[in-house]
C-alpha cells in the first residue's frame, strides 16, 4: 500500500494562510489522481480539491473554490494545498488522498490510500 506523507499544519488568525504538502511514497496507478479532504467531528469527510499527475486541471470543492490552490510538482512527487483568506469554519483534520479515480474525483470512494490527516485551526 502506498504511503502519503502529509505536512503544513498549524494554527493561524482568520485571514492567514497555510501551505499543506503531500508526497506518495510511491507512483503507481492507484496514485494517478491525488486529493484532499477534510473532516470535522461528527461531520462526513468532506472534498476540498484533487489534480491528476497527467493534467493541469485542478477540481475544486465548493468552500475551497477562489482560496485554495491545488498543484503539483512531478520532480519532487509532491502535491500542495496553497489556503488563503482562512477563516474559522475551514478548521478541521485535512486528509491528503490518492487513488485511480479516472472518471469522478470526489467521493472518498474514489481513493484507497489516505494520510494520517493534519490539524488545521483557524482561530484568533
Known amino acids: 500500500q502506498v504511503q502519503l506523507v502529509e505536512s503544513g499544519g498549524g494554527l493561524v488568525q482568520p485571514g492567514g494562510s497555510l501551505r499543506l504538502s503531500c508526497r506518495p511514497s510511491a507512483r503507481t496507478s492507484t496514485t494517478n489522481t491525488m486529493a484532499w479532504f477534510r473532516q470535522t467531528p461528527g461531520k462526513e469527510r468532506e472534498f476540498v480539491a484533487a489534480?491528476?499527475?497527467?493534467?493541469?486541471?485542478?477540481y475544486y470543492g465548493d468552500s475551497a473554490r477562489g482560496r485554495f490552490t491545488i498543484a503539483r510538482d512531478n520532480a519532487k512527487n509532491t502535491v500542495y494545498l496553497q489556503m488563503n483568506s482562512l477563516k474559522p469554519e475551514d478548521t478541521a483534520i485535512y486528509y491528503c488522498?490518492?487513488?485511480?479515480?479516472?472518471?469522478?474525483?470526489?467521493?472518498?470512494?474514489?481513493?484507497?490510500?489516505w494520510g494520517q490527516g493534519t490539524q488545521v485551526t483557524v482561530s484568533s
Open positions: 488522498a490518492a487513488g485511480a479515480a479516472p472518471y469522478t474525483v470526489t467521493s472518498i470512494n474514489d481513493y484507497i490510500n
Open positions: 489534480i491528476r499527475w497527467s493534467s493541469d486541471s485542478p
